[in-house]
């Protein structure tokens, strides 16, 4: 079976530039996901999604990220314009209860902003 | 006070040892608790959940002191492929809030 899938894996931008992350969520899963992990924060919650529709979004740094799920089985994380500060590994997670269990995790992205 | 909190590490122990991970949390509402393992530039994945009542899967036992606010784990006969980072993870609403980690490096 097929895991969480992410795309890219990795990715290198200039400061300035626009980065759009893919995510494909685990066929069936209602909950969808977005962390950024980095070694001085460790893994935050960015957004959350349930049944393609945004939950909560306190997470979200500022207004230069943004997030869609236009259907149950891709979404979007994408930072215009991306800043150095923005470096980090991005990880999208699905589960079927609502965050209310196991999240599964895709393999991440890992974001260099130049 | 930060709302998962844990010793960062890194705990180096020889093979077949014992060590055990301490983990505090700050909402007293929190309702789920978790322990995941992250690898070396990989994603997080779920390691056991934790009940109240303490719970056991092979070498791992994991305990919780809601009273306390406190997580711990336990790993017995350490193996090399055990070495980690070991997340403690409280869940509070819809979301799930990690700790840092604690990084573990088994010897031999």
């Known amino acids: 079976d097929a895991g969480v899938i992410q795309s890219p894996r990795h990715e290198v931008t200039e400061m300035g530039q626009e980065v759009t992350l893919r995510c494909k969520p685990i066929s069936g899963h209602n909950s969808l996901f977005w962390y950024r992990q980095t070694m001085m924060r460790g893994l935050e919650l960015l957004i959350y999604?349930?049944?393609?529709?945004?939950?909560?979004d306190s997470g979200m740094p500022e207004d230069r990220f943004s997030a869609k799920m236009p259907n149950a089985s891709f979404s979007t994380l994408k930072i215009q314009p991306s800043e150095p500060r923005d470096s980090a590994v991005y990880f999208c997670?699905?589960?079927?209860?609502?965050?209310?269990?196991?999240?599964?995790f895709g393999p991440g992205t890992r974001l260099t902003v130049l | 006070r930060k709302e998962v909190e844990q010793d960062p590490g890194p705990f180096n122990v020889p093979e077949g040892a014992t060590v055990a991970f301490n983990c505090t949390y700050s909402?007293?509402?929190?309702?789920?608790f978790f322990w995941y393992r992250q690898d070396c530039r990989k994603e997080p994945k779920l390691l056991m959940s934790?009940?109240?009542s303490g719970n056991e899967d092979g070498r791992f036992t994991a305990q919780l002191n809601r009273a306390s606010q406190y997580i711990s784990l336990l790993i017995r006969d350490s193996k090399l492929s055990d070495s980690a980072t070991y997340l403690c993870?409280?869940?509070?609403?819809?979301?799930?809030?990690f700790g840092k980690g604690t990084t573990l490096s088994v010897s031999s």
């Open positions: 999604f349930n049944n393609n529709v945004p939950i909560d």
């Open positions: 997670a699905s589960s079927f209860s609502g965050g209310a269990g196991e999240q599964f």
């Open positions: 934790v009940y109240s």
């Open positions: 909402n007293s509402a929190s309702q789920s």
């Open positions: 993870v409280v869940q509070a609403g819809t979301a799930l809030i």
